[in-house]
């Protein structure tokens, strides 16, 4: 999975708005997404979009996410739509809506609407259900947050003598997905986890908890993780996970080795840091036959 | 404060857009916000708008979501966004400056930006700091979940033997908004604190914690708490705390009683409930002398 998570600061000069203005700048965020999109489909499965970055940008921003979906939709790519929710009751209803489910109006088609979405389910299983019921009856699926890349989550996530709050995330994402209707004929489930790869043995015994949820990995490039750290988080049949890599492919421009190999051509360099990042994750996962046998 | 949570199923039959789609529903939307925001103007002294029953409604939903803030500012009103963002690092950054900063845009100014927002601090600190930053800077605030009113979290809350999680999450809001510089005149830090008030012994013992914390009060009215169960939420010289009230105050037209005393006129029944709802809550609060000197 490449993430889409662009800054206006770091795109090319090219892209550049001449104004400062919410839709400018909107629209140079849309312009760079397109232009990732071209260069990744067909050498990654999915993008992951991080709304985040397109939220700063308000009103303008938010359409840009959504027509993004939907312009990866047309490249054939699969969509994470990264924007961590969590909420409870009708809040959570009302977010499941917006973010995951089949949209109600004439003027929005399933085409913007992401594959699966983050979420955060700190707020109980009401925070999680709702988003489960909108990917059971969509055909998507969800990645619950159970344990974070940054280490200043530790202060939360260790504060209990006894056990760590993401084994007990871990615990309750395997039993909010083990509904027979929420489980494919792959064995996997919709209601997935987000995993960050710490050391080896931990992430194994995480993996062990978890034995039919599928996981989004983060951390991979410009957070510091290599390929051969993200090997526990895959089963042993080489599935039931994917790797994130943002920054380290969509920056690629930036980096004096993607210059030398694609010289100004700044699209040519993601496409390349594409290329590199799949080729180094790939070992990790299932034979092609195999891939086609287990989906 | 009164919530801003509007549903299109629920909006009086003269707001009905024609056509179902985006624009039509956030139109409608828009048109019942401004009509709220003016039935309770000079009777609350904030509104708090609930993102998500905007986000429903794509980029449609969100510039009436910001639309909306501006106009609440005209009233005089102050702002609560409620967002309920959390994440880590540079994507916390975005939040914090999407919802809470100062637009950096020539055609986004001050008035659309909330007084204060929600944030989910589960993440750890960076995902409250860069809130926290933003709120110095720009003169805002804002409140950290600590204890949700939704009994569904209690499977998280309290998976610690030891400790509850809330009780946790209080210390480290207390830590985080220690700051000399974000301790305000008043002795009121600008990180406050979500807390649903349970029975009275609990609430007392989170207020202690919390001796500098504002608190925002959620579960008044539709979600069964009533004015003496907030008692405790307020320090004891009656300030320190808002109190929340959804659903009971801006579907009024709904129930009999506001339909016998104002016939159909839906905006008069929001305004007579609004006023109920402050001579609810009103005594809990300081006296108008007291309020004049602790701000």
């Given at each position: 999975v490449v993430g889409i998570d662009p800054v206006l600061e770091r795109l090319p000069a090219a892209l550049q708005p001449d104004e400062p203005t919410l839709a400018g700048a909107a629209s140079a965020l849309e312009t760079f997404g397109h232009e990732v999109l071209g260069?990744?489909?067909?050498?990654?499965?999915?993008?992951?979009?991080?709304?985040?970055?397109?939220?700063?940008?308000?009103?303008?921003?938010?359409?840009?996410?959504?027509?993004?979906?939907?312009?990866?939709?047309?490249?054939?790519?699969?969509?994470?739509?990264?924007?961590?929710?969590?909420?409870?009751?009708?809040?959570?209803?009302?977010?499941?809506?917006?973010?995951?489910?089949?949209?109600?109006f004439t003027d929005a088609g399933d085409e913007r609407m992401p594959d699966a979405v983050t979420v955060a389910g700190y707020l109980g299983e009401s925070a999680v259900r709702a988003f489960a019921e909108a990917a059971r009856e969509a055909g998507r699926g969800l990645y619950v947050?159970?344990?974070?890349?940054?280490?200043?989550?530790?202060?939360?996530?260790?504060?209990?003598p006894d056990r760590r709050l993401y084994e007990h995330m871990a615990d309750l994402v395997h039993r909010w997905g083990s509904a027979a209707n929420l489980i494919g004929e792959?064995?996997?489930?919709?209601?997935?986890?987000?995993?960050?790869?710490?050391?080896?043995?931990?992430?194994?015994?995480?993996?062990?908890?978890?034995?039919?949820?599928?996981?989004?990995?983060?951390?991979?490039?410009?957070?510091?993780?290599?390929?051969?750290?993200?090997?526990?988080?895959?089963?042993?049949?080489?599935?039931?996970?994917?790797?994130?890599?943002?920054?380290?492919?969509?920056?690629?421009?930036?980096?004096v080795s993607y210059q030398q190999r694609c010289g100004d051509d700044w699209v040519a360099c993601i496409r390349a840091a594409a290329q590199d990042f799949a080729a180094d994750i790939a070992p990790l996962g299932p034979t092609a036959g195999a891939a086609a046998t287990t989906g």
């Open positions: 260069a990744v489909a067909g050498i990654v499965p999915a993008v992951k979009i991080n709304s985040a970055f397109f939220e700063v940008l308000h009103e303008a921003g938010v359409g840009a996410y959504y027509r993004l979906i939907a312009a990866a939709h047309e490249h054939g790519l699969l969509v994470i739509g990264d924007v961590k929710r969590g909420d409870i009751g009708s809040t959570a209803r009302l977010y499941a809506r917006g973010h995951l489910a089949t949209p109600r947050l159970v344990r974070p890349s940054d280490p200043g989550a530790d202060v939360i996530h260790e504060f209990c792959c064995g996997l489930s919709c209601v997935g986890a987000v995993v960050a790869p710490k050391d080896p043995a931990s992430t194994a015994a995480l993996r062990a908890r978890l034995p039919h949820t599928p996981w989004l990995v983060p951390g991979y490039g410009a957070q510091g993780a290599g390929a051969e750290s993200c090997r526990p988080c895959f089963r042993a049949d080489g599935g039931g996970a994917v790797v994130n890599a943002s920054r380290s492919v969509i920056y690629a421009y930036e980096q």
